[in-house]
């Protein structure tokens, strides 16, 4: 039987680009919220409130309440603090960077989940592939350079780190879901991810809290929705369509967070940002493609092993 996969491929890929479109949504209102609201608990509420469009469309799928019955709540748990480790450093970074910049250093997460995923799974890398990696850390090395300040680091210098932190704990993050996915529905992971993250975040309320007024409330809701809907269009979205033509839309990002730099914060990315980014999403891309080659390959031989017979 055909499937969706092969029937809508444009459609997985219009889901991609809207999700990236979600998530920039997402972070504006978070940047919005910066100087206002701890950045503890602003990931406090985006979790909480991703919860609202995750849970209704887990509901209109009929899998509630199976959703969550899970026996790796340990694995849960190990990717939510690591998530909202992320999270946390994440929108710290967007409080002292320009959108478009804390986006590229993000870009350096899936570059560093090869890495993990040669430590942590036992996955065997070739050389393309640590070759793509080393070139797209250099990029990220080009990135931070534009932050080094003979006087020493200021406001900016210290967002990249937590930007740079948010995707090193990211990548983890995304390994731990690899190991989940072998055995948990992607739908059991958001839904654990969020609720975990949240009460994870709870820890940072001894540490200045503060009451939001309506125009808060407003963007808390509205990054946690917001949130929620990126992790369900992009999870939709590789029903659709393979993940070397799925994933490279994740880039389109870049696109919306220069536009909405500039239209609302009136900041440009420079040179040194710019080039940084071209290598890293080269990079990225070319780590897509080549693992994308390498599971079609796997594929093509476990078939050709299942199919051999020894008596013939």
Not at 100 to 113: E, K, M
Not at 204 to 212: D, E, Q, S
Not at 236 to 257: D, K, N
Request: proline fraction near 5%; include cysteine; charge should be neutral.
């Amino acid at each position: 039987m055909e499937t969706a996969r092969h029937r809508h491929p444009l459609f997985g890929v219009l889901l991609k680009v809207i999700s990236t479109i979600a998530f920039t949504a997402m972070a504006t209102q978070i940047k919005l919220l910066a100087d206002r609201i701890p950045a503890g608990e602003v990931a406090f509420f985006r979790s909480a409130f991703a919860l609202i469009p995750v849970l209704t469309f887990v509901g209109l799928r009929g899998q509630l309440p199976t959703v969550f019955l899970t026996p790796r709540i340990s694995g849960h748990v190990l990717r939510s603090i690591a998530g909202a480790s992320s999270m946390f450093c994440g929108f710290t970074a967007l409080g002292l960077l320009p959108l478009s910049d804390a986006t590229a250093i993000g870009y350096a997460a899936p570059l560093l989940t090869v890495i993990f995923a040669v430590f942590l799974l036992g996955e065997v890398i070739r050389i393309y592939r640590w070759t793509a990696v080393v070139i797209g850390l250099i990029g990220v090395v080009v990135i931070l350079s534009g932050y080094v300040e003979p006087q020493g680091p200021d406001r900016s210098a210290v967002g990249a780190l937590f930007a740079l932190a948010g995707a090193t704990f990211g990548a983890l993050a995304a390994t731990q879901t690899r190991r989940l996915t072998w055995s948990e529905e992607p739908t059991t992971i958001v839904v654990y991810f969020s609720i975990f993250t949240a009460l994870f975040m709870l820890v940072t309320l001894p540490f200045g809290w503060v009451m939001p007024g309506a125009t808060e409330w407003a963007l808390l809701v509205g990054c946690g929705i917001a949130g929620g809907i990126g992790q369900v269009l992009l999870t939709q979205s590789y029903r659709y369509g393979e993940a070397s033509l799925i994933a490279p839309f994740e880039y389109v990002s870049m696109v919306w967070a220069i536009l909405v730099g500039y239209l609302l914060f009136d900041t440009l990315p420079g040179l040194t940002m710019l080039t940084g980014s071209a290598i890293v999403i080269g990079s990225g891309m070319f780590v897509i493609y080549r693992e994308q080659q390498l599971g079609r390959r796997r594929a093509r031989e476990a078939a050709a092993a299942t199919s051999f017979d020894p008596e013939t």
